[in-house]
Structures are given as structure tokens and as C-alpha cells.
């Protein structure tokens, strides 16, 4: 499938960026941490069902979180950074490994 081009003035082109899915953990108090997961609803899942298909399977708190900028995330109670993309890939077929990507902002002070 061709990437979408779109041209811009002096003649360069833009390409259009493929969705992508975010997983990123922050670091609460203590030893708490929050994991979150944006980006699913570009590739049609609804937000919903993902987040209390985590709950379930996670064992945690999860729910849909409207960000600033609009957008909605799924967040999660704990550090799931890399249960979430075996999960994602087993039950979303259209989400491939190249899709997801990793953002650790939590302290590696263990």
C-alpha cells in the first residue's frame, strides 16, 4: 500500500504518517506507576472494550482518559510495558508489530 504524499510549497513533499500505538509508563509515588496506551481508536478499536479487556486480564484498574489535547488514552494501574503489545497483537490482527512503540518514563531506581 503506497504511503499518501501531499506537497507543500517550494516543492517538497509531506508524507502522511502512519497511525501508531503508544505504550508509556509513568512513575506515580513511591512505587506506584501508571501505564497508558494511545493511538488505539486509529485503528478502529473502541476504547472501551480495550480498556476493560486490561482490566481483566491485567488484574488493575483501567479506564479511557480524555488528554489534553483531545485525544483519548487508556490508563492502567501498574507497569505493563511489555505484557501490553502481546496482548494488543493476539486479540487486534489489523496491529502489527511495527506499530507499537515504547516510552519509559518511569525511574529505573529497582
Do not use: H, W
Not at 21 to 29: D, E, G, H, K
Not at 40 to 49: P, Q
Not at 81 to 93: D, G, H, R, T, V
Not at 102 to 107: E, H, L, R, T, Y
Amino acid at each position: 500500500k503506497p504511503e499518501e504524499e501531499k506537497k507543500l510549497p517550494g516543492g517538497k513533499t509531506k508524507k502522511k504518517s502512519k497511525p501508531q500505538v503508544v505504550v508509556s509508563v509513568a512513575q506515580r509515588q513511591k512505587n506506584k506507576s501508571t501505564t497508558t496506551v494511545a493511538g488505539l481508536e486509529l485503528f478502529g478499536v473502541k476504547l472501551s472494550e480495550a480498556g476493560k479487556l486490561f482490566g481483566k486480564k491485567f488484574a488493575c484498574g483501567a479506564s479511557v482518559v480524555k488528554t489534553a489535547s483531545g485525544t483519548e488514552q487508556i490508563e492502567m494501574q501498574g507497569d505493563f510495558l511489555l505484557q501490553i503489545p502481546e496482548l494488543l497483537l493476539k486479540n487486534y490482527k489489523n496491529i502489527t508489530k511495527e506499530d507499537v512503540f515504547f516510552v519509559d518514563m518511569a525511574d529505573g531506581k529497582k
